[in-house]
């Protein structure tokens, strides 16, 4: 009866156990999936981390190469030794017989970690060329609008020390040199769906940029955009307006901390980009605004 008791628990533990398992390892699987494919974005890194990762992977490539020609000599010098044994009639020992297919499996696991590293090396290429266009296209852009004349030079060593001093290295980069000398968001700042309500963990951002910005003469264009969820109703009619509205929020924040409201212009694409930039697969990360700083003094 106890032995009988026991095989009934059995019973309805197994099927609990298998159970649980149905609903764990595909949560797991997608889990991994989703980090995989959060590592393909692209889309806030600067040109410096770029550059890196391209170097980076690069050099993994190579290690990799070697690792996978090392190893298909050694399979090749095995196979030859299998049919040698096997043409002079002899047994071919079972060490030797594994030792092909084991080596293949790791040539093949080699083969794909190189493939997606790869696959990585070409979309961050990709990214950094499309970013030099977008830099170049944004900079004769602005240039146009407010005039080269108005450009002078900037100590690039001083700027980066009062961003140091102002707590803002995570946020921003200082792109160029000399009489083009400009200051980039590299931090997203984003926004809820549908809404152009700036949250409140932002405020501190601003009030040290504000800060910042008071000692020099810079123009700001305040790049507004949205995702593709279409939007109509009397606020904003289109995602042209949402992106637009986001950017005029900044832009009060700003002033609210003591920027001229003079140095601004706006801009919005809504739910579209420019070809060279794309869009993220993230819907969250097309909810943001970027602003371009340019110092001219």
Not at 37 to 50: A, E, P, W
Request: proline share 3%.
């Amino acid at each position: 009866m106890k032995l009988l008791g026991s095989y009934n628990k059995s019973n309805r533990i197994i099927p609990l156990i298998f159970f649980v398992l149905c609903l764990v390892i595909p949560s797991i699987i997608w889990s991994a999936g989703n980090q995989e494919q959060k590592s393909f974005s692209t889309d806030f890194y600067s040109s410096r981390d770029l550059k890196k990762k391209i170097k980076q992977y690069n050099k993994e490539i190579v290690v990799f190469n070697n690792q996978i020609k090392a190893l298909q000599t050694d399979i090749d010098w095995l196979v030859l030794k299998t049919n040698q044994i096997h043409d002079s009639g002899r047994t071919i020992p079972s060490k030797l017989k594994l030792a092909i297919p084991k080596k293949q499996k790791k040539r093949d696991a080699l083969l794909k970690t190189k493939n997606r590293i790869e696959h990585l090396l070409q979309k961050y290429t990709s990214a950094l060329e499309s970013s030099k266009k977008e830099t170049k296209i944004k900079t004769e852009f602005i240039a146009s609008e407010i005039g080269s004349d108005e450009y002078k030079t900037v100590s690039r060593a001083k700027l980066k020390t009062a961003i140091e001093q102002a707590g803002l290295n995570d946020w921003v980069e200082i792109i160029g040199t000399g009489t083009c000398l400009r200051m980039e968001t590299i931090l997203p700042i984003l926004f809820p769906s549908g809404s152009a309500k700036i949250a409140n963990e932002y405020k501190p951002f601003f009030k040290n940029l504000a800060a910042l910005l008071k000692s020099y003469d810079v123009k700001i264009l305040v790049s507004g955009y949205a995702d593709t969820v279409p939007i109509h109703n009397k606020k904003y009619p289109s995602n042209f307006e949402l992106g637009a509205a986001r950017a005029a929020n900044i832009v009060h924040q700003l002033v609210n901390y003591g920027v001229k409201p003079s140095i601004f212009k706006i801009e919005s694409t809504g739910k579209y980009r420019f070809a060279a930039k794309g869009m993220s697969r993230q819907k969250s990360f097309e909810r943001r605004v970027g602003l371009t700083i340019i110092f001219s003094g």
